[in-house]
C-alpha cells in the first residue's frame, strides 16, 4: 500500500540501553583473575627472587631481585655447570640465621608471586660440577672440573678461586648422580658445597632441591642484565667424564 502524506514509517522499537557490568563488581573479578594468573606464572614460568647476601658478588649484589626459570624444569631440562640455581636449602645450610617475618598482606602477595619469595629457606648459588664430574681445589686454585683450569672473571675482586682452610676449601670431590656441587662466586664469603661436606648430602644439593636457574637480574633497573654461563665452561674436553 502507498504511503499517504499523512502516514509515517514506523521505527524500530524502543530499546532499553545496555546495562553493564557495575564497577564494583568487575574490579574483584579482575583482581582475582589477576592473582590467579600470577599464582599460574609463578607455579609454572617464572619467580622473583631477592638476594639477600652478599655470597654471589659481584654477580648479584644484596637487594638485587632476579627472575627464575621454573618452565624448563618441567621439561626434565637439569642444572648444568656455570648456571645461576636457586635452591631449597638441602640439610640447614642456613643454620641459624634470622628469618624474615613478613606481615600476612606480603606473604599473600609473595605466595601469589606478585612479591619476591618471601622465603629464607632457599639459596643462590652457582653450579660448579654435575653428575659425573670430578671437581678440585688446590692451593689457591685455579678450580679444577675433570683436570680442566677453570678461568673464571666472575670471581669476586680481591678473591681467590680456592680458599686456604681447612673447613673445607680445599677438597676433591666427584658428583654423584642427581646431585650438583656448586660454590659461590664471592669465594671467601660463601658457605657452600665446599663447608657441607659432613652433612647427609656430603655438601652436594639434590637436583630435586633446584627451583630453577636464576637467567635476568630484573631489579633495580640500573642493575639490569642477562645471567649466561661463561665461556670456560664449554672449554674443549671439560665434559669428558662418565654419563650421568
Not at 557490568?21 to 609454572?44: G, N, Q, Y
Request: charged share 20%; net charge negative.
Amino acid at each position: 500500500m502507498a504511503l499517504t502524506d499523512h502516514e509515517e514509517t514506523p521505527g524500530p522499537p524502543d530499546r532499553e540501553p545496555a546495562r553493564g557490568r557495575s564497577l564494583w563488581k568487575e574490579v574483584p573479578l579482575l583482581v582475582v583473575i589477576a592473582l590467579v594468573l600470577a599464582l599460574l606464572v609463578k607455579t609454572f614460568l617464572v619467580q622473583a627472587f631477592s638476594i639477600p647476601s652478599e655470597s654471589m658478588q659481584n654477580t648479584l649484589q644484596p637487594g638485587d631481585r632476579v627472575l627464575v626459570d621454573k618452565l624448563t624444569p618441567w621439561f626434565g631440562s637439569k642444572p648444568e655447570r656455570g648456571d645461576v640455581v636457586v635452591f631449597h636449602d638441602p640439610d640447614n645450610w642456613l643454620g641459624d640465621e634470622p628469618i624474615a617475618h613478613p606481615n600476612p598482606v606480603q606473604r599473600a602477595l609473595s605466595f601469589v608471586g606478585v612479591l619476591p619469595s618471601a622465603s629464607e629457606r632457599d639459596l643462590i648459588k652457582r653450579v660448579i660440577g654435575v653428575a659425573g664430574d670430578t671437581v678440585e681445589c688446590q692451593g689457591t686454585g685455579p678450580l679444577k672440573v675433570n683436570g680442566k683450569p677453570l678461568a673464571e672473571p666472575y670471581v669476586f675482586a680481591g678473591n681467590t678461586a680456592c680458599s686456604l682452610d681447612d673447613q673445607g676449601g680445599q677438597f676433591k670431590v666427584t658428583v654423584p648422580p642427581g646431585k650438583i656441587w656448586v660454590m659461590g662466586d664471592h669465594r671467601q664469603d660463601s658457605l657452600d658445597s665446599r663447608y657441607h661436606q659432613q652433612d647427609k648430602n656430603h655438601g652436594f644439593v639434590p637436583v630435586g632441591n633446584v627451583v630453577g636457574r636464576a637467567v635476568v637480574v630484573a631489579w633495580p633497573v640500573t642493575r639490569w642484565a642477562t645471567l649466561p654461563v661463561p665461556d670456560t665452561f664449554g672449554q674443549p674436553g671439560i665434559d669428558s667424564r662418565g654419563a650421568r
